[in-house]
């Protein structure tokens, strides 16, 4: 499928957020903190899941979210997993990708995790993308946004105000957001350095635990940030992960020291199969830089995983340049073998509906679905298909029951938008758009969509319905107001 959701992301007030807790070099091995209920003084667990929420509201409004669902589904797998064997987890996680070809990674409140396309194209493997992913939870299960909140307010409340302002303001307006924030944070980073270098030990630390009991190798976490620091040693700019996450020498070595004592433990042989599809796909489909030659390397290469990565990159590359015909050839020994392989799945999609292969491209998601009825790839690919076919009502059909379950899917409600239009039901057309807007924070237009469902629709139990979603999403819009 190629949705992207396209907006424009506010880097600076992202990376503020997570300076919170890392914003310092490494410094001599300390005792771990008991964390218990710590930073319960400035926000408590549901104010911080309330706040989360807001903050991912207004980051789907203005950053370049990935709606892919094969992506997304191949990320929530790894993090989930990671997340599985983590401590203190106190709230379920969501990880997402913004289309930036930057090298990045950032947390904040609530357990949410964005994931630049750029760091995937640089990790060499799955354990490298593992790591920073690992040392992300890391962060969040320890709360060490709202731990530095809590040791500056004890310093200076009135500093935690003024930086909370800036950062909010960044993720509207960067030039402006940096500007009031660059005010704020030199009063308080001297402070607020030595507290802040317990935090980048400590995820360090959980992060390589929590990488090693999910069965990933922990030396792709000193590898990977190793390789960074020499890559980018003497240049002016360096990725923004590098001025959030600072890499000295005696950090990296600790790092390295750990998992190789950790590594003795680990079954090095793993299937990265799906690591080296998704790394394709994000080269040829979002950050187009695609290499016909390299690819062509590839497909030669001693190790299936890779081979066949290629050919499948290559497969999408022709897709994308309206060579379906060709697009299937390339494809074809990759989705025989693995038909239910949601990689070759979802591209297959794609060939088939471009060639106008309705009934075909609909016979072929049926029998997937019945055998992965909760499988969201199957799932949104099936709901397009039945719309670009014609079909309103079987994607109506199969997004009713999808969003009970995937309530924040941005991409659902597109496709309901597009089949609610095709069956020419006006208020189910707006209601759908209303949750959208609600889902990026614009309460307002979501509100006005309501109305417009509620004039639109002569059922007088819909219309109460319709009236209390109302009534829900002004008291939404009140409290998001509250917090600002």
Same mark, same amino acid.
């Given at each position: 499928?190629?949705?992207?959701?396209?907006?424009?992301?506010?880097?600076?007030?992202?990376?503020?957020?997570?300076?919170?807790?890392?914003?310092?070099?490494?410094? !001599?091995?300390?005792?771990?903190?008991?964390?218990?209920?710590?930073?319960?003084?400035?926000?408590?667990?549901? *104010? @911080?899941?309330?706040?989360?929420?807001?903050?991912?509201?207004?980051?789907?409004?203005?950053?370049?979210?990935?709606?892919? /669902?094969?992506?997304?589904?191949?990320?929530?797998?790894?993090?989930? *997993?990671?997340?599985?064997?983590?401590?203190?987890?106190?709230? $379920?996680?969501?990880?997402?990708?913004?289309?930036?070809?930057?090298?990045?990674?950032?947390?904040?409140?609530?357990?949410?995790?964005?994931? %630049?396309?750029?760091?995937?194209?640089?990790?060499?493997?799955?354990? @490298?993308?593992?790591?920073?992913?690992?040392?992300?939870?890391?962060?969040?299960?320890?709360?060490?946004?709202? *731990?530095?909140?809590?040791?500056?307010?004890?310093?200076?409340?009135?500093?935690?105000?003024?930086?909370?302002?800036?950062?909010? &303001?960044?993720?509207?307006?960067?030039?402006?957001?940096?500007?009031?924030?660059?005010?704020?944070?030199?009063?308080?980073?001297?402070?607020?350095?030595?507290?802040? #270098?317990?935090?980048?030990?400590?995820?360090?630390?959980?992060?390589?635990?929590?990488?090693?009991?999910?069965?990933?190798?922990?030396?792709?976490? /000193?590898?990977?940030?190793?390789?960074?620091?020499?890559?980018?040693?003497?240049?002016?700019?360096?990725? @923004?992960?590098?001025?959030?996450? /600072?890499?000295?020498?005696? #950090?990296?070595?600790?790092?390295?020291?750990?998992?190789?004592?950790?590594?003795?433990?680990?079954?090095?042989?793993?299937?990265?199969?799906?690591?080296?599809?998704?790394?394709?796909?994000?080269? &040829?489909?979002?950050?187009? %830089?695609?290499?016909?030659?390299?690819? #062509?390397?590839?497909?030669?290469?001693?190790?299936?995983?890779?081979?066949?990565?290629?050919?499948?990159?290559?497969?999408?590359?022709?897709?994308?340049?309206?060579? +379906?015909?060709?697009?299937?050839?390339?494809?074809? $020994?990759?989705?025989?073998?693995? /038909?239910?392989?949601?990689?070759?799945?979802?591209?297959?999609?794609?060939?088939?509906?471009?060639?106008?292969?309705?009934?075909?491209?609909?016979?072929?998601?049926?029998?997937?679905?019945?055998?992965?009825?909760?499988? !969201?790839?199957?799932?949104?690919?099936?709901?397009?298909?039945?719309?670009? +076919?014609?079909?309103?009502?079987?994607?109506? !059909?199969?997004?009713?029951?999808? =969003? &009970? *379950? %995937?309530?924040?899917?941005?991409? +659902?409600?597109? =496709?309901?938008?597009?089949?609610?239009?095709?069956?020419?039901?006006?208020?189910?057309?707006?209601?759908?758009?209303?949750?959208?807007?609600?889902?990026?924070?614009?309460?307002?237009?979501?509100?006005?969509?309501?109305?417009?469902?509620?004039?639109?629709?002569?059922?007088? =139990?819909?219309?109460?319905?319709?009236?209390?979603?109302?009534?829900?999403?002004?008291?939404?819009?009140?409290? &998001?107001?509250?917090?600002?």
């Amino acid at each position: 499928m190629l949705y992207t959701i396209k907006a424009r992301l506010a880097p600076v007030s992202l990376a503020l957020l997570l300076a919170f807790g890392s914003t310092g070099a490494n410094a !001599q091995q300390t005792r771990l903190p008991e964390i218990g209920t710590a930073g319960g003084s400035v926000m408590s667990i549901e *104010r @911080e899941q309330a706040v989360g929420d807001m903050y991912m509201r207004q980051i789907r409004a203005s950053a370049p979210i990935v709606g892919d /669902p094969v992506l997304e589904a191949y990320l929530h797998d790894v993090g989930t *997993r990671l997340v599985r064997n983590a401590n203190d987890v106190r709230f $379920p996680f969501k990880f997402f990708w913004v289309n930036q070809d930057q090298i990045n990674a950032f947390a904040f409140f609530g357990g949410h995790i964005g994931i %630049n396309t750029g760091l995937l194209a640089e990790t060499r493997n799955e354990s @490298e993308l593992a790591s920073v992913i690992a040392h992300e939870i890391a962060h969040v299960s320890q709360r060490h946004i709202v *731990r530095n909140m809590e040791a500056m307010e004890r310093s200076s409340s009135l500093s935690i105000i003024s930086l909370l302002g800036a950062i909010l &303001v960044g993720i509207a307006n960067p030039e402006a957001g940096i500007a009031a924030a660059q005010a704020s944070v030199a009063g308080m980073q001297q402070r607020s350095i030595n507290y802040t #270098r317990l935090f980048e030990q400590e995820a360090d630390r959980i992060g390589l635990s929590i990488l090693v009991n999910t069965g990933f190798d922990p030396m792709g976490a /000193p590898d990977f940030f190793g390789r960074l620091a020499e890559k980018y040693r003497y240049v002016s700019k360096p990725p @923004e992960m590098l001025l959030t996450h /600072p890499l000295s020498e005696s #950090r990296i070595a600790d790092t390295r020291l750990r998992a190789e004592q950790l590594r003795q433990n680990v079954n090095l042989n793993r299937d990265e199969s799906a690591f080296w599809l998704a790394k394709y796909r994000v080269q &040829v489909r979002h950050l187009r %830089n695609y290499n016909a030659e390299a690819a #062509r390397r590839d497909m030669t290469s001693d190790n299936p995983a890779i081979a066949n990565a290629a050919r499948y990159g290559l497969a999408i590359a022709l897709l994308d340049s309206d060579q +379906a015909d060709a697009a299937e050839r390339t494809l074809a $020994p990759l989705y025989q073998r693995e /038909p239910l392989n949601t990689f070759y799945l979802d591209v297959q999609t794609d060939i088939l509906l471009a060639q106008q292969r309705y009934d075909e491209v609909l016979s072929m998601l049926e029998f997937a679905y019945k055998r992965m009825p909760n499988e !969201q790839t199957v799932t949104l690919n099936y709901a397009n298909a039945a719309v670009k +076919a014609g079909q309103p009502k079987l994607a109506i !059909q199969l997004l009713r029951d999808y =969003l &009970v *379950r %995937n309530s924040d899917s941005t991409l +659902a409600y597109s =496709l309901m938008i597009d089949a609610q239009r095709g069956l020419g039901n006006t208020s189910g057309m707006h209601e759908a758009n209303a949750e959208l807007m609600a889902l990026y924070g614009q309460f307002d237009r979501a509100i006005d969509h309501l109305h417009n469902a509620h004039t639109h629709n002569d059922n007088r =139990l819909e219309q109460r319905r319709i009236q209390a979603r109302i009534e829900q999403l002004m008291a939404k819009k009140r409290e &998001v107001e509250a917090m600002r």
